[in-house]
């Protein structure tokens, strides 16, 4: 069973706008993974953040937790086309090690 | 160096066919995954190997067969498989299950074709 939920299921943005996905969750995590893929290719990580964390930065990546409220963003700010892909969050379940699940992904478009 | 390298890129078989999966990653990681992703869902978890022991099978048919011949190679058997097996089959590895830190890392997948 799928544990997240992400919204939008897609996104259509311009090149140099900012692109933001949400994903909620269920359990108690140790922590939240986002991935990137490429279409027919394999997932690429691109941040992870404790439960203990509540704002992470990477480059142009910028990732909240909100653990009262089990959600996530991911904020890609100033997107380029190569940013087009689909985005999944992951959660490392408590107490289940080893167990990541993913939620069912947000498809970003970006316009040159 | 983050890689997970998997073999055959793609493959196609026949409904009694035996086949193998074959992954391998050299960055010192006791835990490996395998999951599977049908077209546009996100990939469901199907085995977990830690310290090359199974540690987690999510009820997954018996013609799926893992086995972890040691720390850095991870393979999966198949047998007797459906059509509706057909799927992208990703390998993953991290460093171990128990760490607030734990970054999965993901190869680029075998392309499963069940004819």
């Known amino acids: 069973s799928q544990q997240g939920e992400e919204d939008p299921q897609a996104l259509s943005i311009q090149e140099g706008e900012n692109a933001t996905m949400n994903c909620s969750y269920k359990t108690s995590i140790n922590n939240l993974q986002w991935y990137r893929q490429n279409s027919g290719r394999g997932l690429v990580h691109l941040i992870l953040i404790r439960s203990n964390e509540r704002e992470k930065h990477s480059g142009r990546l910028r990732v909240t937790l909100d653990t009262s409220k089990k959600s996530s963003s991911l904020l890609i700010t100033a997107s380029r086309a190569a940013d087009t892909a689909s985005y999944f969050c992951?959660?490392?379940?408590?107490?289940?090690?080893?167990?990541?699940?993913f939620g069912q992904g947000t498809e970003l478009s970006v316009k040159p | 160096d983050t890689e997970v390298t998997q073999t055959p890129k793609h493959l196609v078989m026949g409904m009694t066919n035996k086949k193998s999966l074959k992954c391998e990653q050299h960055?010192?990681?006791?835990?490996m995954y395998w999951y599977k992703q049908k077209a546009k869902k996100p990939p469901e978890l199907m085995f977990v190997?830690?310290?090359?022991?199974?540690?987690i099978n999510e009820s997954v048919p018996s013609r799926f067969s893992p086995e972890c011949p040691n720390s850095s190679l991870l393979n999966l058997h198949l047998h007797a498989l459906q059509p509706e097996d057909s799927a992208l089959y990703l390998c993953a590895s991290s460093q171990d299950l128990a760490s607030l830190r734990n970054t999965i890392y993901f190869g680029e997948g075998s392309w499963l074709t069940v004819v």
């Open positions: 992951a959660t490392d379940i408590y107490n289940q090690g080893g167990k990541l699940i």
């Open positions: 960055m010192g990681h006791r835990a």
């Open positions: 190997y830690s310290y090359e022991k199974l540690s």
